[in-house]
């Protein structure tokens, strides 16, 4: 089982043009430091943020307690001119998590709710769970892609590697972000490594680049997400023959 | 003319790696408060930055000396673990001043070099240019979508509306980046509201969401984009009538 | 037993100077956004850190284990341009456990060796310990003197206060750091509340202004702060009528 | 003339008790990021901010214009939970325009008032002023204090020097903040060198340390302290036989 959490800035379309439109620029910056504080207060208990929309982030938060998340919430109730709500889901597969933890939310009222604030809606936490991650890039985008053509190019192609990996991760339930310059990390619980390297397969046919992904498995996104970076070393080093690579945590807890 | 400027983290991939991978949590802090940080710094001087790929910036700069450029590159240069090299360069389209700004930078050796360092290259500066934004967002996403379906779906669902902008924008040398929620900022220097309009409706074809997009017209990406948030503030207030509405900054050089 | 943390940045002095004199502005984003960043990692933890002279904090770290500290220790040199080393003491007497932090630091070089870096040097850990914290403010002081003297004057006098706070509760062992406002913290473990009435008095005495004082004493800083904090709304809001005040968490182990 | 600007959240005291009293680790967060944020953006527009009291900042801002104040003052706002009212004054001494600035801010009611909101009192703005300020340092402190003595006795001792320097200086109309590790920056418009060099002499009498000061003037804090900072240099490096220095900005007006 692994555990997610969904964070939504409280009534936030609605702020953001009250009374007026505020500034992009100052939206922009809250937004950014808002994800970095919540990285840096979920990483401190094992956890690990996406950014996902900004004003709807999604969370891996195995072994972080309701306690941890009211602290959270709190903190950052105190420090920023918004509040936010969360939900929490447990699921076999990162995508039964996060829809469980939405569901949970969803009940306490829209996120437009000028009433709905600060909730914290818990639908299920993950006992003795685990965290699946694949931090998967592009092989050699510097030399074919950042020194050779346009930075708006670049950014496109990307972005299509990044649409393929959405669609055909989603077929088995498993989660994908973009987390900068040629990196994704799928959150993977229950795929094979078979499967995945059909998937990079896949991107490799559509547009002729080929994708590496390194694997951690793991009781916290904190590990699994070390593990899967050292696992992306080994393909880089050329320690593993296959583009799929898999490093597990000693005496897993299933 | 409108002017962008290309920031690239210099030597970024092999840092985040060396000597072991980088706790991933702290590559996204890093990665989003370098991000805030700059769109202070750019803001304060009439600029705009969009996150892009986080290790590779595009901002729009006009009105933003060369001098300033620099104090900017030491500023940041000064305070973290990773110093920027920039680019910039001017052009009728967005598309053509990044890619004069990335050109001109690529001129000085690869993003990966370790040689490389604090470069800021000038290919050219718009004197008297101006900037087009379109502010672009979908109509009644948080009844439709977020109350609704699952975190994940809705940010697969951006995605793809995401996806056919870039491409149809992509046609007129307009560039679009996600501004986080379900909304989007194109830089689109000569493009006409109708031609927006039947971008809008394709996506409307496609996906059955119908978008809205106020545009600005102004001296600086910081008035522009106020301007532009306040013609869409017009549209949905129901004050005009058409899905694309502009307003242009008064008395406006070109 | 209270625990403390010294935090220094390694070789600052002349990182600031090198190779030229860094911009002053710069470098106090970069310690206030330190400080900022410790007291968010401290305070996850249950600590609390004093910003003190900026490149050497003190912190509490009572129940922070080894692990946490080098925790900590990394994800600052993964995102900033300096590290920081530390050094770990207890001690019955906040002033001995800073003491014993220190000497256990000291004995790896100077703070100003190129050589020195990332320590993590360990004189003792208080296995379960105390935390007793005063928070003490000036009684009116908005009335008195912010809305009346210019605000330079009102600083010299809180700075006079400060003096005679430290002097004085320099003589009991106890700790005490400015907080902001007309804020200070006393680390004070052991300090009776008569004795620290009777420092509040010799205050009043030589400036003619009242303090009062609200004392909390728990297993972690974070916890003992926020008793304080309780224990000066009760002086404030009359429930008590003396100037010091103590709120104690249940079942404390000593 | 120098030009100050008083910078003050409103009605902070009562909002970090409400309605229970807030963390104070998420205080002390919020006030040193909003006020590394305030230098970053005063610093954009060659301006310089002191952290004072945190709650009552206290900034130089020659060449800063009453629509960059607003601009600066509309950009917290939308950042933070808190909002801030400025005032600002010029003088012939550092005294004397942080005296107009807070009087001019006082006419608008009480800090504490829940009505006096995003207030910008201007009493006076200084055409064509100039910057005089004095980094002054203790010479060989690591060696005799840092790496010899416990943490809290050097921040004591840091403090003494701190006092005294603070009550010399006021005799001059003289300006001293704190900005960490052993330095102090002096506002000193108006101080010879030769005065500075008996206050620094007084220090030495009554502590048996000996200081320096490397003195800058200029048309704006940031440039002012940058000379300073190289002036300082030459005295450390004994291109100059005095203990103070100055260097100014060629060609200044007034």
Redesign the interface.
């Known amino acids: 089982m692994i555990q997610m959490t969904?964070i939504?800035i409280d009534n936030?379309?609605p702020w953001t043009?009250t009374p007026?439109?505020?500034?992009?620029?100052?939206?922009?910056?809250?937004?950014?430091?808002l994800?970095?504080?919540l990285?840096?207060?979920?990483?401190?208990?094992g956890g690990?943020?996406f950014?996902?929309?900004?004003?709807?982030m999604?969370a891996i938060s195995n072994n972080i307690s309701i306690e941890d998340h009211k602290?959270i919430q709190?903190?950052i109730?105190?420090?920023?001119?918004i509040t936010i709500s969360m939900g929490i889901g447990a699921g076999n597969t990162p995508?039964d998590a996060?829809?469980n933890?939405?569901?949970a939310l969803?009940k306490y009222g829209?996120?437009?709710s000028p009433k709905r604030k600060e909730i914290l809606a818990v639908d299920s936490i993950a006992e003795n769970g685990f965290v699946q991650i694949a931090?998967i890039d592009i092989n050699g985008i510097?030399?074919k892609l950042?020194?050779?053509?346009?930075?708006?190019d670049?950014?496109?192609f990307?972005?299509?590697v990044?649409?393929i990996l959405?669609d055909e991760l989603?077929k088995k339930g498993a989660?994908i972000f973009f987390?900068?310059?040629?990196n994704f990390?799928s959150l993977c619980n229950g795929v094979k490594t078979n499967a995945l390297l059909k998937i990079l397969k896949i991107v490799d046919e559509e547009l002729n680049i080929e994708l590496k992904a390194g694997v951690g498995k793991a009781s916290t996104a904190?590990k699994a997400?070390?593990l899967a970076?050292?696992a992306?070393?080994a393909i880089?080093e050329g320690n593993t023959s296959s583009l799929v690579h898999m490093i597990e945590e000693k005496e897993m807890i299933n």
């Open positions: 969904l939504q936030y379309g043009v007026s439109p505020k500034a992009e620029s100052d939206l922009q910056i809250l937004q950014a430091e994800y970095a504080d990285e840096q207060q979920f990483a401190a208990r690990l943020v950014f996902t929309r900004f004003d709807n999604l602290h709190k903190s109730g105190n420090r920023y001119p995508y996060q829809y933890a939405t569901k969803q829209s996120a437009q931090h510097t030399k950042t020194d050779t053509v346009s930075a708006y670049t950014f496109l990307v972005n299509k990044y649409q959405m989603f989660l987390i900068g310059g040629d990390m904190y997400a070390n970076d050292l992306l070393e880089r």
